[in-house]
Every structure is written in C-alpha cells, then in structure tokens.
C-alpha cells in the first residue's frame, strides 16, 4: 500500500488551464463518439470531463452536494464542481496500488473525525482481496481511515467465483451495505451471467477495519445478465448498476451491451433494464445521484450523462 502523495491546487494557473483543455477536448471526442445527445434520447451529456486520466481509465464516481469525486484505476482522485464545471484539484488514495481498480465509490452517512465537509467514502479494490477502502477525503487529500474485506470459513477469499465481494454499495437510508460478485462468467457475452448480491450492516468509522464472514450476511440473492457489471448507488431502495463495454472499433458485432440495470433490494429481483447500446459507444462505469438526477460516468472520451426516466 503507497502512501497519499498529495498535489494540492497550489500547483497553480497551469495545472487549472490544462484540465479546462483536457475537459474541452472531451466535449469534441465525446460528441464524435456518441450520439445520446440527440433530442429524445435516454441520456444527455451533462458535464464534460475527461475519462483516461494520467493514462489511467475512468474507474468510480461519488457526488456529495455539488462536488464530483472521479476516481481513475490505482487511485486516482479528481475533483469537479458541478455548478461551474471547474476543476478542483487531483491527488492520490493513499490505498494506491496497482490492485485498485477503484471499480465503485460512493459517499457513506457518518462524517470521519475532523472531517465535517464530506462524509466517508468508500472506495471498490475490485482486484486483489476485493476489499472496500473508507476513506476522509477533503480537497487537498485523502486518508484511509477503515478496511472492509470478507472472508469465509476464517480464510482468505479466492479470487473470481469464490469470492463474495468485488464492488461494494452503501445504502445511506437504510444504513446497510451491499456487494455484490460474479460467481458464474459468461462465455463471450452471449450467455447471461451469475451475480451474487450480498447485505450486511454497515459498521460505525470507530470499529475499525472489519472483516465480514457469513454469519454476518442478512441477506443473500442472485441476479442475471449478460451485460458486464461496473459500479452503481442506492437510492429509495434500489441499486442502479450501469453495465457494459465500449462498442467495439471497426466491426459490425457489438456484443458489448451498455445499459443501466435498476435492481429492488426488497424484492430481491432487476426491476428494469435501460438499454443505451444505440445511443452510446462508451464504456459506462459507475453512477451517483446530483440532487435528483442521475449522472453516470463513462470511461474512454468521459463525460458525465444524464440518466433519464428512471
């Protein structure tokens, strides 16, 4: 695990000036490359951020207030204010490490320990052990302040189909978590695949780390498709996952479906699929709620689209 090597925004007028650029690149690469702005369509690019970052792919996405976290694989943080479009500032997880996908992030309920701006954020290793890391974050940084992992039986968690976790969902109404692992892959996309949607409580920040075992699983269901899964939220006790891949270059076949799938919790059951595989190219990766919109991030070119009709 690296320590946090934080770039404060004190590295000036440049660095500001060439993430405005990077972001009005992204307005032009992300128009040439999807069509879901026209009228009618499902989603419509709401902010213009740019997706690889650092050569990294766009990976999570929280919201607090009018504040976007964008998080890139291995850890990488940035920050957008979402009134402005404006680039605030971009550092690194002190849970860096080439592991850290960073797959799914969401905002938690309880504010960490001198942290009164933004609550604790949890962060989706997806690689590796799989773990969630809770993070303080503020502008100029962030701090690991809690590991969550699951084990079965007292040992280590295999990778792939043995293990419970890969992305990790906090439900702040119900103050609960969720996560959730493929236990059955698909060949090619063709066949659907096996999700595992698993819930515990969600631990107070002054337990510590915590490891989870089945004994302390309250519910446990699966869920089916085809579509390759990435982050999501809850809200109003339902999941939103967008999933999928980019649309292939230079080929007629796009087996890489995007959408977005609304899973009930309480009915333990997808509730709706929202096909978006004719109005975008992009990778979708993950999605959060900026008042009463959801806004999902896709990955290559970027941008943050406006879900509608959920």
Not at 56 to 72: R, S, V
Not at 177 to 189: E, G, P, Q, S, V
Not at 223 to 242: A, C, D, K
Request: charged share 25%.
């Amino acid at each position: 695990m690296k320590s946090n090597k934080t770039n404060t925004h004190s590295r000036g007028a440049a660095a500001f000036l060439a993430a405005r650029a990077l972001a009005a690149a992204s307005v032009l690469a992300t128009a040439a490359t999807a069509t879901a702005a026209a009228a009618g369509a499902p989603l419509t690019l709401e902010h213009p951020f740019v997706g690889t970052y650092k050569r990294e792919a766009q990976q999570g996405m929280a919201i607090h207030k009018d504040t976007a976290f964008l998080f890139n694989n291995t850890g990488i943080v940035r920050m957008y204010n979402l009134k402005t479009n404006e680039f605030i500032n971009d550092y690194l997880l002190d849970s860096t490490a080439p592991e850290n996908h960073a797959n799914c992030a969401n905002f938690g309920v309880e504010f960490p320990e001198g942290n009164s701006a933004y609550p604790a954020l949890y962060v989706s290793e997806c690689y590796g052990q799989r773990r969630c890391f809770v993070q303080s974050v503020s502008a100029a940084g962030a701090k690991l302040i809690q590991t969550l992992k699951v084990r079965r039986d007292g040992k280590s968690m295999e990778p792939l189909t043995a293990d419970y976790s890969f992305d990790w969902y906090v439900d702040k109404e119900g103050k609960f978590l969720y996560f959730a692992a493929i236990t059955r892959d698909a060949k090619n996309r063709v066949d659907d695949s096996d999700y595992l949607i698993t819930k515990v409580r969600l631990p107070a920040l002054s337990e510590g780390d915590v490891t989870f075992t089945e004994k302390d699983f309250l519910d446990q269901f699966t869920i089916r498709f085809r579509h390759l899964s990435q982050g999501g939220v809850i809200r109003g006790g339902r999941l939103y996952m967008p999933v999928g891949c980019l649309k292939p270059a230079g080929t007629k076949k796009d087996p890489a479906d995007r959408a977005l799938i609304v899973v009930d919790l309480g009915k333990r059951q997808i509730e709706k699929i929202m096909d978006f595989s004719k109005d975008l190219t992009l990778e979708p990766e993950d999605a959060d709620f900026h008042g009463d919109k959801l806004l999902m991030v896709c990955g290559q070119a970027g941008g943050l689209w406006h879900i509608k009709g959920i």
